[in-house]
């Protein structure tokens, strides 16, 4: 991670519970990764001293805390520092805290409880991010001492960079300040996005081609623009950006270019016939500080295509105004039905839920495609959940970034959770079969007879007569495959399960040791603590 001399980058933990803060730093080889920590604090207040005090790079905090809860903290350091880091800590069931908090600005969040794994993989991400914002300083600053690049490419960067750290725009303070550091002519007037995102073949032997299509469509974007005040065109993937700087009166004419744009670029499906075009646009922003918003607002009208297909123009300022919430579609009692269907390999039930739900987001009036964008990310949150909540050996990033890329190939809402709901009925099948493999079918009818009925008086001898065997026989080929016991295998899921109703329910301990099949508070006690290294009531109050 660690390049020559690099400056360590400061990281500020804070969260109420003093061990959960010395379990954050067990858990990481800091140095090794370039970091350093620059203290700890257990409530809001103190944590702004801190931050002004030691100017941490990273913070570390808990979604929740007294005094100042980690939404307000995050603000309130932003306002002292736009560029600081965050990786906030939530327990199942503070969605709406971390879809806000990330709303924010926040790099990251972890689920409780904190596993090694995933926070060294947010940290590095941090660290990868920060190093790659170096990295284009340094070639900005050799670009302007040695002249190696056209003021042209700096002018392409200031788009780069904000699509990279929105919050550059806090830096600026003027529209100057921007001419001075990218070359770039901004007046103090109006500012305006258009994207161009061409859909082109990706087989084999394509990348020419695609190329030479992004850099014709840049030419004509180009040409097009010239009418402008100022117009900074950068090419990001599969898009290319135009930001575009005149009044407000001009930049109403914006809409009349992009017509010609796309005119000019479906011609080439002529000799490309397999190229899709969508043109979008931002609304008009009054202020250059306004201008990272129009990223945002870029990506509502993309979504757009879901619902009116290819080939089309779609205006921020033009789409409809959907007042619907995530919370009517995905109630309590669906995510329910869902983990359900998943738990008990329910492929058609998981399948008809999805494609129910499409069917209602469809014909809900009015809707968006940021709106449908939503829901589809709430499922793959739910999904990635249960992989989490099953330790299930795949890669979430990867998972992650795939669903998320190949929603925007979709031009239908049915299509797009039709794929969800086979992307994770595959999954769920290759788990099945591996676990499968692994045990017998005796083996797996007892877990499965465990996992349904944990609550009641189980005994050797009860099992071994529902799967058809010898109690003893049972017990030895149980021990060989699982690896544990009957006796041991029984007492964890009974745990697993007074953990979740630890965290997830109000219900008193000793309820909690009733449900989950202990009948003596004490020895319930004594096997959560052996089992967890704490009390029941300690977990309660670190996890909740």
């Known amino acids: 991670m660690r390049q020559g001399e690099d400056i ?30 620059a203290g700890f604090c257990h409530d809001g207040m103190a944590a702004l001293d801190k931050i002004k005090e030691t100017s941490p790079d990273i913070i570390i905090t808990d979604i929740r805390m007294p005094g100042c809860d980690g939404l307000a903290l995050i603000k309130a350091a932003q306002e002292f520092n736009p560029k600081i880091h965050f990786i906030i800590i939530s327990g199942y069931g503070q969605f709406d805290y971390a879809q ?7 790099s990251d969040y972890i689920l409780k ?6 926070l060294k993989g947010a940290l590095i991400s941090i660290v990868e991010k920060q190093q790659s914002m170096e990295s284009h300083k340094q070639q900005d600053e050799a670009i302007r001492q040695e002249l190696n690049f056209t003021q042209e490419r700096i002018k392409s960067n200031f788009i780069s960079d ?36 061409l859909d082109t073949p990706s087989e084999n032997g394509q990348a020419l081609v695609n190329d030479f299509l992004l850099n014709k ?32 009166e001009k930049l109403s004419l914006l809409y009349q270019t992009m017509k010609n744009i796309r005119g000019a670029l479906l011609a080439l499906k002529e000799i490309f016939p397999e190229l899709h075009v969508i043109l979008l646009q931002s609304g008009i922003k009054d202020s250059f500080e306004d201008i990272p918003a129009c ?9 757009e295509k879901i619902l009116s297909g290819n080939d089309a123009i779609y205006s921020y300022s033009r ?121 017998s079918k005796a083996v797996l009818a007892a877990k499965q007879y465990i996992n349904e009925n944990y609550a009641k008086g189980l005994t050797l001898e009860l099992i071994g007569q529902e799967v058809g065997l010898n109690p003893s026989y049972f017990s030895n080929i149980f021990k ?65």
């Open 100 to 106: 806000r908090a990330i709303q924010y600005g926040v």
């Open 480 to 544: 060989k495959e699982t690896g544990n016991s009957f006796v041991d295998y029984l007492t964890d899921i009974r745990i697993q399960n007074a953990k979740n109703l630890l965290t997830e329910t109000d219900l008193e301990i000793i309820e909690v040791s009733e449900r989950t099949g202990f009948n003596d508070l004490k020895y319930f006690n004594r096997c959560f603590r052996k089992i967890t290294g704490m009390t029941p009531a300690a977990y309660r109050k670190l996890f909740s």
């Open 217 to 248: 469509a840049a030419g004509i974007i180009e040409n097009e623009t010239k009418q402008y005040h100022d117009c900074t065109i950068a090419v990001s993937g599969s898009y290319i950006y135009c930001l575009v700087n005149d009044g407000t």
């Open 162 to 197: 904000l699509l990279l750290t929105p919050q550059l725009m806090r830096t600026f303070h003027s529209a100057a300040d921007i001419n001075r550091a990218y070359y770039t002519d901004f007046t103090e007037s109006a500012f305006s996005f258009i994207c161009v995102f």
């Open 113 to 118: 409880p904190i596993k090694e794994k995933e």
């Open 295 to 303: 990223f945002g607002e870029i990506n509502s009208a993309l979504c």
């Open 8 to 37: 360590m980058l400061k990281v500020l933990i804070i969260d109420d519970e003093e061990k959960v803060c010395r379990l954050i730093q067990c858990l990481i080889d800091w140095e090794s990764l370039g970091l350093q920590i």
């Open 319 to 439: 789409l409809p105004q959907c007042k619907s919430h995530i919370a009517d579609f995905i109630t309590p009692t669906f995510r329910n039905q869902y983990l359900t269907c998943a738990e008990t390999f329910q492929y058609e039930a998981l399948k008809e839920q999805l494609s129910s739900l499409a069917d209602r987001l469809i014909h809900l009036v009015p809707v968006t495609g940021e709106f449908i964008w939503q829901v589809y990310k709430e499922l793959i949150s739910l999904f990635l959940f249960f992989l989490k909540q099953h330790k299930i050996d795949v890669s979430l990033e990867e998972l992650t970034n795939k669903w998320y890329d190949t929603f925007l190939s979709f031009t239908s809402v049915l299509d797009a959770f039709h794929y969800l709901a086979e992307e994770h009925c595959l999954l769920l099948e290759d788990w099945r079969s591996h676990k499968k493999k692994s045990q």
